[in-house]
């Protein structure tokens, strides 16, 4: 009760700002309390940040546990390199075709090398910056799970650079463009995705798929006969801990999209978590009504629908609702994982269905569970942005994975895949001289 009176006291006595050498300035109670709400936005938005920012360790943990021990090293430093190059590629050229003053609601084209804080010093160009930076990285580094284990890293790396300088940040200007400066022809239209299951794990997951194409699948991944030969993981707790790192991650990366310290983050926590429950839930029992066992690969790929599932809804819908998503996330991201491997199309971890598939299905969703009542116009918007980014992200991807296949080369030797791209392309393994004892 103290604390709570003092608190209040505080509230009604005019605030001090002192500004270096300069006289104190004393502020008014809707001043001071302006300047408090400021300061909190600056630092939940650069908190959740940091959080989405951890969330590329929980990739990198899922992609390695879910592949073999030949690859982790690869796998490591392509988790790294997709943070570095998509940091700097950002920072020149993606935030201002992203968020940059745009004339035609198609792409910005100011604000490249962070120009705007150059011109005007404002903070909030910074701390929006990082928070849009740590969204591109995860948007380039989905695409690693679907192409492990046989990509030349030089291939990669272009491939990573031209996504975050351009293929996501085209997207991003239509759906999210006037957060900052610019005003997408998407967005224009009513278009829903809060966090980004669309513009970041769509993106991502159909780029992804663009690229496991064009690879082709691994060695012995599909016998002669056309089975599917499966080719287990090396390390699946640590797939495991990478799961929980992305569900931790995820409460920065829903919430912190309100880039404002507010009441509302409550309500996207608790929606986040009961839609990742419900995905885990429902993937469990999915895959143990098919294989008989409760398989922890489809479980641990449910809790990831979930999350991406609710991430375009978590402001719009309720919390049963969000129940609702991650349960048909869980069963949709197990029967995705079947039909690609059915059709060919070898995806190490599930990032296409995981990201892909129920990336569309989230957005899908922010209209059928809409709080604010269902509409047809806003079902036949979200589906339109579906499509745009179907069409734009596989199209782009598959033209720009084509291009490195046939100038710098895209998959390593049949030689060097047997051998491990560790050895290959880094010289080194993950576990040097490690023995099993029997």
Request: negative net charge; contains cysteine; charged residues 10%.
């Amino acid at each position: 009760m103290k604390k709570f009176l003092f608190a209040t006291a505080l509230l009604l006595v005019p605030a001090v700002a002192w500004c270096g050498d300069e006289a104190p300035t004393v502020l008014t109670n809707s001043e001071a309390v302006a300047m408090v709400q400021t300061n909190l936005d600056y630092v939940w938005t650069l908190v959740a940040a940091a959080l989405v920012f951890f969330m590329q360790a929980g990739f990198a943990m899922v992609e390695a546990g879910f592949t073999r021990a030949k690859s982790a090293v690869n796998i490591m430093m392509k988790n790294l390199m997709d943070f570095s190059m998509g940091s700097l590629f950002f920072w020149a050229i993606g935030f201002g075709v992203m968020f940059g003053a745009s004339k035609t609601g198609w792409f910005g084209t100011t604000g490249f090398f962070l120009s705007d804080y150059t011109m005007d010093g404002d903070p909030w160009v910074l701390a929006f910056w990082l928070f849009q930076c740590v969204f591109a990285a995860t948007a380039a580094t989905i695409v690693s799970g679907a192409m492990a284990e046989r990509t030349k890293f030089t291939g990669y790396l272009l491939y990573s650079a031209v996504l975050c300088a351009f293929i996501y940040p085209v997207f991003g200007s239509w759906a999210w463009g006037s957060l900052l400066n610019g005003n997408g022809w998407l967005e224009g239209l009513g278009f829903i995705d809060f966090a980004g299951s669309t513009v970041v794990h769509s993106v991502g997951g159909w780029a992804a798929l663009a690229g496991a194409i064009v690879l082709g699948p691994r060695l012995g991944k599909y016998g002669k006969d056309g089975k599917v030969k499966a080719i287990p993981g090396h390390n699946i707790p640590l797939a495991a801990l990478g799961v929980f790192i992305l569900w931790f991650g995820w409460f920065g990366f829903n919430p912190g999209s309100t880039t404002a310290g507010i009441t509302d983050i409550a309500m996207i926590f608790v929606n986040t978590n009961l839609s990742a429950a419900g995905g885990a839930v429902a993937a469990m029992l999915t895959s143990w009504a098919i294989f008989k066992k409760p398989e922890i690969g489809m479980s641990l790929n449910g809790a990831l629908a979930g999350l991406v599932g609710i991430t375009a809804g978590c402001a719009n819908v309720s919390p049963t609702s969000s129940v609702i998503i991650g349960l048909i996330a869980g069963v949709l991201v197990v029967f995705s994982v079947l039909f690609f491997d059915r059709i060919k199309v070898d995806d190490p971890v599930g990032a296409v269905s995981v990201h892909g598939v129920c990336g569309a299905w989230g957005t899908l969703a922010a209209g059928l569970f809409n709080i604010g009542g269902f509409s047809t116009k806003i079902i036949g918007v979200q589906l339109l942005g579906i499509g745009a980014a179907f069409i734009w992200a596989f199209g782009a991807a598959f033209i720009l994975f084509k291009l490195i296949d046939m100038t710098i080369g895209l998959r390593v030797s049949e030689e060097d895949e047997l051998m491990g791209v560790d050895i290959v392309e880094h010289g080194g393994h993950a576990y040097n001289d490690f023995q099993i004892i029997k």
